[in-house]
């Protein structure tokens, strides 16, 4: 108990001395925007950090996989650019479009509506936007992500092909897994979804383990890790937008009359309509939203924490040293959160999923005696 | 903004990837771990039930064991108080019969007392008259002639003696 407390305690302080930090610093990093003014205020002018670059470049995609900065010589891995412009298909590594160069009439937009995209010039002069299916930083780190995730969960299955499970108890990744199958696919599933469950069950599964292994491979701060996978709107769209599809596909008549005749007073009726046919898209939507927003606030508060040291630095020894010390325990907690936020969002997506999808099943009581 | 605008690009290749590791998983993953895992909970349960049922047969077992050795138990000394009362019963009818033929025996050897006894008594009456009768002779020889008074006498006294005898 008095261990306990001890680390409560050390837990507290640092929470106090953190928001002091923040607040010392006055500006709200997280905001991003704003801290442009720190690194542009005459305090710290001989050498920018351009804070909300270094943010939004970690957390937004890119044509390139940036590692690290040897020295004067940045370290990236290039990636195939794969764009159909007025001219027809191109197929090239990003190297080439390096510090702005143009290659076969493509270049990285500087700035404007296509900041950071693929562009090419029409006709008028304007910017425009090719058919662009680079992969990008964040579709190479979902193959890697994905082709780990295919690798386990193809380990443990082939551990139950090999092995009597009545004569053996599981090993390896198997014993490491079936606990978390079990959990999501007995408690989450099978309650929310209700009977029939075992056709919804691979899908809800994949999700829930495709959301927890690039949340935390989110977290790991090197390549192949560190790309903002499922705090990137597109990914959980494309998530959300199976659920929605799932949900509205397979469910049963009351469903429908739910939304378009519920048993309200009928002066309730247009109302309710409007209001249940608004819900079934805010139900996704939410879902969307919920996992994008967690995933990126978090790689953006721990951005902001390692940003901190470079920024106070400016500032003289005490404070840089004092900061960095506080900046650098923040940032394990914020860590540790993480981990038990990739957790936590892969299950509540998942719940919910389920939840939604065992609704839109769910018959009358009458009907069911 | 761009952080709130879904690209087409990296959508079309999240689709694509998702695509693939959905059909993968749900093909070749998750049905044959969750199908295991049933197979295992239903195995264990049944193992339970199983076990469970084993244990009250035991100690149905065990119960009916205490009765069935309570029950033997009672058996044997039932059978050896019959033992004991045979025992007895076998020794006092011995006895009784010993007395019987006692008794017997002694009422026998009385009857054939009392026959010698009469057979004594009348061989002795027999001699007693025998003897009288030489008596009388010897009697008669010396003084028989002279004295028939005395000879009447005798006789007289001879069948008190005997009628008397026999009145016992």
């Known amino acids: ?369 | 903004m761009s952080l709130l605008l879904p690209d087409s690009g990296l959508l079309f290749w999240m689709v694509i990837i998702f695509a693939i590791v959905f059909v993968i998983l749900a093909r070749y993953g998750f049905p044959v771990i969750t199908k295991m895992l049933e197979k295992r909970r239903d195995y264990i349960d049944n193992s339970l039930r199983l076990a469970r049922e084993a244990d009250e047969k035991l100690s149905r077992m065990t119960q009916e064991q205490a009765r069935m050795i309570a029950q033997a138990r009672e058996e044997q000394n039932r059978i050896l108080r019959e033992a004991a009362q045979a025992r007895d019963n076998i020794v006092s009818k011995a006895k009784e019969q010993a007395q019987d033929e006692a008794r017997k025996i002694l009422e026998e050897a009385r009857v054939r007392i009392e026959a010698e006894k009469e057979s004594a008594l009348r061989e002795i009456r027999s001699q007693v008259a025998l003897l009288s009768v030489k008596v009388a002779e010897k009697v008669i020889r010396q003084n028989l002639s002279t004295d028939k008074a005395q000879m009447d006498l005798v006789n007289k006294m001879l069948d008190e003696v005997s009628s008397s005898k026999r009145g016992n």
């Open chain 1, 1 to 369: 108990m008095k261990y306990f407390l001890k680390h409560i305690s050390v837990l507290v302080m640092m929470l106090v001395t953190a928001a002091a930090a923040f607040a010392g610093n006055g500006s709200g990093l997280p905001a991003g925007a704003d801290s442009v003014h720190v690194s542009a205020s005459p305090d710290a002018a001989d050498s920018d950090i351009d804070v909300q670059g270094i943010i939004f470049g970690h957390i937004g995609d890119s044509y390139e996989w940036h590692i690290t900065d040897i020295g004067d010589k940045s370290l990236t891995i290039p990636l195939p650019v794969i764009v159909r412009s007025s001219t027809g298909w191109h197929c090239f590594l990003s190297s080439r479009l390096e510090d702005g160069a143009v290659h076969e009439g493509l270049f990285i937009s500087r700035s404007g509506k296509y900041e950071g995209k693929i562009v090419e010039i029409d006709a008028s002069g304007n910017e425009v936007r090719p058919l662009d299916i680079s992969v990008t930083k964040n579709v190479l780190a979902l193959m890697i992500s994905s082709v780990i995730l295919v690798t386990l969960i193809l380990c443990c299955s082939r551990w139950y092909r090999k092995h009597d499970v009545l004569r053996e108890a599981p090993r390896g990744v198997a014993a490491l897994l079936e606990p978390v199958i079990a959990m999501i696919n007995d408690d989450v599933i099978k309650d929310a979804v209700g009977p029939g469950y075992a056709k919804f069950a691979p899908y809800l599964l994949t999700v829930f383990f495709f959301i927890l292994i690039n949340n935390l491979m989110g977290i790991v701060p090197f390549f192949p890790g560190g790309a903002n996978i499922t705090g990137n709107i597109t990914i959980t769209f494309a998530l959300a937008f199976v659920t929605f599809l799932l949900t509205n596909l397979t469910t049963n008549k009351y469903y429908w009359k739910d939304i378009f005749c519920p048993e309200v007073p009928v002066w309730l009726k247009p109302i309710m309509v409007v209001i249940e046919v608004f819900g079934m898209f805010t139900k996704p939507f939410a879902l969307m939203l919920r996992l994008f927003a967690n995933i990126m606030a978090g790689h953006c508060l721990i951005l902001c924490v390692v940003v901190i040291i470079f920024i106070t630095a400016k500032l003289g020894a005490a404070i840089g040293g004092a900061m960095t010390v506080v900046s650098v325990f923040f940032g394990i907690f914020m860590d540790c959160l993480e981990l038990l936020v990739a957790f936590i969002q892969a299950y509540v997506f998942t719940m919910l999923s389920a939840v939604f999808i065992g609704l839109s099943r769910q018959r009358p009581e009458k009907d069911k005696a």
